[in-house]
């Protein structure tokens, strides 16, 4: 019997602070703001990673601000960045640079002690750390050119890849859902603009967030609110629950790196720019207030990721549903279910691509589509997986732009192609487990018979 597979949690309808209104930048506001993190740098380019390039090309330096003070997190290290702070708010992650020959390491500090304690190890590069529950992280380590998300446990060990797509990936947030909000190119498993992506602590559940793709998104933090906030070309935008496409938020004209940062006071401090030839500066919009003013910082660097040492709730722990197999199985109910019109008892078939080492598609296997239109594959895990769907003919109806993955041992299954998560399958059995609940096998046995594509 098919047991049931890892679908993704929707997020509960829930509102969202005031947009920012239009404005110009004005004087700092009353009050001070609770104590938070900052990275202070000469050169900052948000989206660098996306070529698998530094972001901090010119080194960069973590400070702790507390009203009027501002004081160096890790004085002795050559270069810091990435804060992240626990739930608790007793210890902070970062990526550091002991030395200014070193690569980025991640690291860990206890407040109390005040001793930093590297947790990475190797000669890679290691990035964007964030806590996972478990005492475990995720990060971005740089592999072959590129960066790769992984997750550990607090020493470094026990390390699990995340991401297999042949292009760059880093995390961006870990949702209170628990699953873990990442950034790479669209389509994915290219290098193209950035986009947002979510999968589970243990690497299967992959998906876009949202599927109206088109504009560039990075620097995305989860609010209080349960909104993704986020940067785009044109400013702030936030995907909410009940809305399948992006909104924008009304801001002043400028350049955003994201990274929004909300204070117990309701204030939110995000980093700021006017145009690119400027430095981002940290803005401070009082909630009910028509202005941004900028907090008070150094004015000869960039300025980012603000972030709040306070306490809050941690994310909730993902029980893994993979099993001890060797390959990954994928059900697909209705394959018209879409975003995409098909003519009635136009699907015939599907085809399975990976790709070969030189990054060209490669066919796996071909299998028939019934006509309720479902189907349910086999496939190889930790590898790259596109999916073609063709009529009786052999003429593509339609073919993914990017690729997706399958854990070893997950067990998948989707309402559709390219379906919305608000579609509600419908009550019924499809017809392909009707006839048999024998996967067809696409791991690639199936392709050598077919000559390849």
Known sequence: MLARSILPFALLPISFAPAIPTASPAQPGSGHLSKFLYTAAKAYDPIAWLKGNDRFSSGATILLSEGNSRRQLVPEFAATADPAVSSDAQRVLFAARPQATDSWQIWELSLDEGKPRRVTQGKDDCIRPLYLPGDRIVYARKTNGRFVIESADMWGEKILPLTYIASNAIPADVLRDGRILFESGYPLGTDGMPELYTVYSDGSGIESYRCDHGAARHGARQASSGDIVFSTDHGLARFTSARAQQVAITTPQGEYAGEVAE????????????????????????????????????????????????????????????????????????????????????????????????????????????????????????RPLQIELLDASGKTLKRESGFFWMRRGEQRGCVGCHAGPETAPENAVPMVLLKSTTPADMTGSAAQGAGGH
Not at 264 to 288: H, K, V, Y
Not at 304 to 328: F, K, M
């Open 263 to 382: 204070m117990p006071s309701g204030d939110s401090i995000l980093p700021w720019r006017p145009n690119a030839t400027s430095l981002f500066q940290l803005m401070r919009w009082e909630r009910g207030s028509r202005e941004l003013s900028p907090v008070p910082t150094h004015s000869d660097e960039n300025m980012v990721e603000p972030t709040p040492l306070i306490q809050r709730a941690g994310p909730n722990r993902h029980p893994s549903g993979l099993h001890d197999w060797e390959n990954a199985n994928l059900l697909c109910l209705n394959a018209y279910s879409s975003k995409y019109q098909f003519a009635p008892a136009s699907i015939h078939s599907v085809r399975v691509y990976t790709q070969d080492t030189n990054g060209r598609p490669r066919l796996l296997g071909t299998a028939l589509v019934e006509r309720d239109g479902s189907f349910f594959l086999q496939v190889p895990n930790h």
